[in-house]
Structures are given as structure tokens and as C-alpha cells.
T-cell receptor, first 109, second 111 residues
């Protein structure tokens, strides 16, 4: 079966510090992978998606970047966090319906 | 840009009541999905509808895709506290394509 792992679950980081969130997928090959950010109790904003290794598309200009070093690994990064980067970050893979990870609650202080 | 509007934004009802949540767009979608999300968790797929006019039932939940494939509804019969959560609709194209999400309906079912 297909599973998706995302970590850490919660993270508190100071402004200006770097960020690295990791997402890995099991049970599928060459998945389409996505990073979303969600404001409290609201819809999902697509940040990045990837259709293959090294292929990244950005949906909105921002302080974040993404990389896909391996087929089943998707990483969300920042060199210097801003207060506005706080939020709930979700990784997902698509296979006629999205399967989401359990999310990372990021608080920038 | 394809947009999906969900209504109502918030809904608070008593256990045993019925409710309907709506998802509307001016765009045509090849498929429409509904997700349910609990606090601190990722959304979980409930159903996918792909044919205009299609109706799917999942226990007390009934999902309908509009004839023109621009809108959808979710009806819950005899709501229970366990139905509490954020309900998200999402429209998409072919398998694996990007989804457009609505802003969600926050449902609270009070015992």
C-alpha cells in the first residue's frame, strides 16, 4: 500500500533561521508530489509540485524552495524564515486522489 | 485560474440533524473530490466523482456531482459528533494532475 511520511510534526524556529521539511513516499514509483500550506481551518494553497527527480514547479513567489533529490523524496526548505512562513505544511502525492502526510505545524517566532 | 467556492464556511448543528455543504465553480472539472480533515492531521479522501450527475453514497454521506461538472454537494444525514471536521472539495483533471481546493466548510456537530 502507498504511504507518505512527513516530519517533523511540529517545529518552532526563530526568524532568520533555516528550514528543512522532509517528505517520503512508499509503495509507489515516480509519484507526483506536492507541498501545500494551510492557514488555520481554511483551504490549501499549493506551494510546489514535482513530476520527477529534479523537476520543481513553483506556484507562488515566496521565501521557500523545494527540491526532489530522489524519486520518493520531496524537501521543503528556506534559508531564512520569516514570521509569515508560519503555518501548517502538508506534503501529498497524487494517484487519482491525493494522499496527504500528517503535516508539520511550523511556528516562526 | 479555476476557483472553487464552498458554502457555508462554518456550520454548527445538533446531533441527529441533516446538513448539506455546497461546492461551486464557474469552471468545468473532470473530477471532483471531497476530503475531511481533523485538527492537526492531513485531509483524508472521502470520495471522487467523475461523471456529471453522478451520485455516490458512503453510509450517511451522499455526494453529488452537478450535470455540468461545475458544482458538487455533500449531504450528511443524522449527523454525529464524529462527523465534526473541515470538509474540503477539490476539482481536478486527469489522474495525478493538480487539484484546486475550496476554502473548506468547518462542521461542528454538538452532542
Amino acid at each position: 500500500s502507498q504511504t507518505i511520511h512527513q516530519w517533523p510534526a511540529t517545529l518552532v524556529q526563530p526568524v532568520g533561521s533555516p528550514l528543512s521539511l522532509e517528505c517520503t513516499v512508499e509503495g509507489t514509483s515516480n509519484p507526483n508530489l506536492y507541498w501545500y500550506r494551510q492557514a488555520a481551518g481554511r483551504g490549501l494553497q499549493l506551494l510546489f509540485y514535482s513530476v520527477g527527480i529534479g523537476q520543481i514547479s513553483s506556484e507562488v513567489p515566496q521565501n521557500l524552495s523545494a527540491s526532489r533529490p530522489q524519486d520518493r523524496q520531496f524537501i521543503l526548505s528556506s534559508k531564512k524564515l520569516l514570521l509569515s512562513d508560519s503555518g501548517f505544511y502538508l506534503c501529498a502525492h497524487a494517484n487519482y486522489g491525493y494522499t496527504f502526510g500528517s503535516g508539520t505545524r511550523l511556528t516562526v517566532v | 485560474t479555476q476557483l472553487l467556492e464552498q458554502s457555508p464556511q462554518f456550520l454548527s448543528i445538533q446531533e441527529g440533524e441533516n446538513l448539506t455543504v455546497y461546492c461551486n465553480s464557474s469552471s468545468v472539472f473532470s473530477s471532483l473530490q471531497w476530503y475531511r480533515q481533523e485538527p492537526g492531521e492531513g485531509p483524508v479522501l472521502l470520495v471522487t466523482v467523475v461523471t456529471g450527475g453522478e451520485v455516490k453514497k458512503l453510509k450517511r454521506l451522499t455526494f453529488q456531482f452537478g450535470d455540468a461538472r461545475k458544482d458538487s454537494s455533500l449531504h450528511i444525514t443524522a449527523a454525529q459528533p464524529g462527523d465534526t471536521g473541515l470538509y474540503l472539495c477539490a476539482g481536478g483533471g486527469t489522474s495525478g494532475s493538480r487539484l484546486t481546493f475550496g476554502e473548506g466548510t468547518q462542521l461542528t456537530v454538538n452532542p
